[in-house]
């Protein structure tokens, strides 16, 4: 089994930062497209950002795209989400996702085949 072992979440204020770190374990994850989602209370889980195995090819949400940067470093088994000009709407549950067969960055949930256990990321106004 994979796992994805998520750290960073936490309380920020309205326009600060937070870098979300996913830790993945497996040999094959520098073959896995990564992921981010999140959840706010009462809503869907909606995609955030994603980056292609090698890192190359990267794409956000629309709700985040200039102020998230999605990273990977294969040799370190890890993903990590930069979070910057963060807003009150930002907060939610973020989780980390790797799709292990896709040859495109999926937007879709079902899409991906491992999760994490999910970290909050809290902004307050």
């Known amino acids: 089994q994979v796992q994805l072992v998520e750290s960073g979440g936490g309380l920020v204020q309205a326009g600060g930062s937070l870098r979300l770190s996913c830790a993945a374990s497996g040999r094959t994850f520098s073959s896995y497209i990564m992921g981010w989602f999140r959840q706010a209370p009462g809503k869907e889980r909606e995609f955030v950002a994603a980056?292609?195995?090698?890192?190359?090819?990267?794409k956000y949400a629309d709700s985040v795209k200039g102020r998230f940067t999605i990273s990977r470093d294969n040799a370190k088994n890890s993903v990590f989400l930069q979070m910057n000009s963060l807003k009150v709407e930002d907060t939610a549950v973020y989780y980390c996702?790797?799709?292990?067969?896709?040859?495109?960055?999926?937007?879709?949930?079902?899409?991906?085949?491992?999760w994490g256990q999910g970290t909050q990321v809290t902004v307050s106004s």
């Open positions: 996702a790797a799709d292990r067969d896709s040859n495109y960055l999926a937007r879709v949930i079902g899409e991906y085949d491992y």
């Open positions: 980056i292609s195995w090698s890192g190359g090819s990267t």
